[in-house]
């Protein structure tokens, strides 16, 4: 969902500023429908964000009603037979959480404070009160980073059981029709997963990703630190008869930054010891990784018709994708011409 105090540049205006602590206006309506039925937890965890107390336990307490809004999962095997190290059991069945909603609630606050601080050094003052000013952010983390502990760059997973199934319907019904998909941030990993839900024989026509929130390693058929392993979408591009084309910015700190400290805190051990971006950075922050005879292209030359009829090519948008405030950056800054350029000229290549 989004919060009320990011704006979407040239579409979504910001909220109107408020001076008073807690959730931006519009936001516990907002969550409201992003968690049905959970009107008392949300109201005490906007009571709990407003009055900002300093003691642990209301902090252990907003952990708590957070964790509450995100089911358990069944612990799954990948199909290389490796459990995925970023769950953990919460009791003795199957159901496990995340380990950022069960370590020390002011450690995780302040980590997020820490991170999204702007660049230079911390402020001073006592850790809990930089923890609180992490305390909306970790609820803004609270659902992706559910999805990103499910999401280690070489973990095997079914394919779409969505939106593939439902294209190759249509390829049934009508077998000329030219399917070209785009996506924006997860839409963009929705689009990348579907198809591999189609059937043998079938593909779409062109794969546009803008700003994509998912690994940068999905797409590569050996991880580098990993060689035994691929990108979990490796064999999706033999898929797309014409361009993956995968646009991205360096101004994206939602990918650039929450996107590895979601990864760290959902408990990788190796995560753990720092955002280590190379290992769990996001696409739409700096592009397709170890992806073979992948073009690198700047914005300008892609509209300039260096763009490939076939095949992978990351294409840095930065130029025009840049506006945008923190926690977020320029994630949502996607209302450019150039950008719907791309994604006719990717679907060009086939025709």
Same mark, same amino acid.
């Given at each position: 969902?989004?919060?009320?105090?990011?704006d979407?540049?040239?579409?979504?205006?910001?909220?109107?500023?408020?001076d008073?602590?807690?959730?931006?206006?519009?936001?516990?309506?907002?969550?409201?429908?992003?968690?049905?039925?959970?009107d008392?937890?949300?109201?005490?965890?906007?009571?709990?964000?407003?009055?900002q107390?300093?003691?642990?336990?209301?902090?252990?307490?907003?952990?708590?009603?957070?964790?509450?809004?995100?089911?358990?999962r069944?612990?799954?095997a990948?199909?290389?037979?490796?459990?995925?190290?970023?769950?953990?059991?919460?009791?003795?069945?199957?159901?496990i959480?995340?380990v950022?909603?069960t370590?020390?609630?002011v450690?995780?606050?302040?980590?997020?404070?820490?991170?999204l601080?702007?660049?230079?050094?911390?402020?001073?003052?006592?850790?809990r009160?930089?923890?609180?000013?992490?305390?909306?952010?970790?609820?803004?983390?609270?659902?992706?980073?559910?999805?990103?502990?499910?999401?280690?760059p070489?973990?095997?997973?079914?394919?779409?059981?969505?939106?593939?199934? +439902? &294209? /190759?319907?249509l390829?049934? =019904? #009508?077998p000329?029709?030219?399917?070209? %998909?785009?996506?924006?941030?997860?839409? $963009?990993r929705?689009?990348?997963?579907?198809?591999?839900?189609?059937p043998?024989?079938?593909?779409?026509?062109?794969?546009?990703?803008?700003?994509?929130?998912?690994?940068?390693?999905a797409f590569?058929?050996?991880?580098?630190?990993?060689?035994?392993?691929?990108?979990?979408?490796?064999?999706?591009?033999?898929?797309?008869?014409?361009?993956v084309?995968?646009?991205?910015?360096?101004?994206?700190?939602?990918l650039?930054?929450?996107?590895?400290?979601?990864?760290r805190?959902?408990?990788?051990?190796?995560?753990?010891?720092?955002?280590?971006?190379?290992?769990?950075? +996001? &696409? /739409?922050?700096?592009?397709? =990784? #170890?992806?073979?005879?992948?073009?690198? %292209?700047s914005?300008?030359?892609a509209? $300039?018709?260096?763009?490939p009829?076939?095949?992978?090519?990351?294409?840095?948008?930065g130029?025009?994708?840049?506006?945008?405030?923190p926690?977020?950056?320029?994630?949502?800054?996607?209302?450019h011409?150039?950008?719907?350029?791309v994604?006719?000229?990717?679907?060009?290549?086939?025709?």
């Amino acid at each position: 969902m989004r919060f009320t105090d990011e704006d979407v540049p040239d579409w979504l205006p910001l909220a109107p500023a408020s001076d008073r602590p807690g959730l931006p206006p519009g936001t516990r309506e907002a969550l409201a429908l992003a968690f049905p039925g959970r009107d008392a937890i949300l109201g005490r965890l906007a009571e709990l964000a407003e009055r900002q107390p300093a003691d642990r336990a209301r902090l252990e307490e907003f952990t708590g009603l957070v964790r509450t809004l995100v089911s358990p999962r069944p612990r799954e095997a990948d199909r290389n037979g490796a459990e995925d190290g970023a769950w953990i059991r919460d009791t003795d069945s199957e159901p496990i959480v995340p380990v950022m909603f069960t370590q020390s609630a002011v450690e995780v606050c302040d980590a997020f404070a820490t991170a999204l601080e702007s660049p230079g050094p911390a402020r001073p003052g006592p850790v809990r009160r930089r923890a609180q000013a992490g305390v909306a952010r970790r609820a803004r983390v609270a659902a992706p980073g559910h999805v990103l502990g499910d999401e280690a760059p070489g973990r095997r997973r079914r394919p779409s059981a969505g939106l593939g199934p +439902a &294209m /190759g319907e249509l390829a049934a =019904r #009508a077998p000329e029709l030219r399917v070209h %998909l785009a996506g924006h941030s997860f839409g $963009a990993r929705l689009v990348s997963f579907a198809p591999g839900g189609l059937p043998d024989g079938v593909r779409v026509q062109s794969l546009t990703l803008l700003q994509g929130a998912f690994s940068h390693y999905a797409f590569t058929p050996r991880l580098p630190f990993a060689p035994g392993r691929s990108g979990v979408l490796r064999d999706a591009p033999e898929r797309v008869a014409g361009t993956v084309a995968c646009c991205w910015s360096r101004h994206d700190t939602a990918l650039g930054t929450l996107y590895p400290l979601a990864s760290r805190l959902s408990g990788d051990s190796e995560s753990l010891l720092g955002l280590d971006e190379s290992r769990w950075g +996001a &696409m /739409g922050h700096d592009g397709m =990784r #170890a992806v073979p005879d992948c073009a690198a %292209l700047s914005l300008a030359d892609a509209l $300039a018709g260096a763009l490939p009829a076939s095949g992978c090519a990351n294409i840095d948008a930065g130029e025009v994708v840049r506006r945008g405030g923190p926690p977020s950056g320029a994630h949502s800054d996607i209302c450019h011409a150039e950008l719907a350029r791309v994604v006719l000229m990717a679907g060009r290549g086939m025709r």
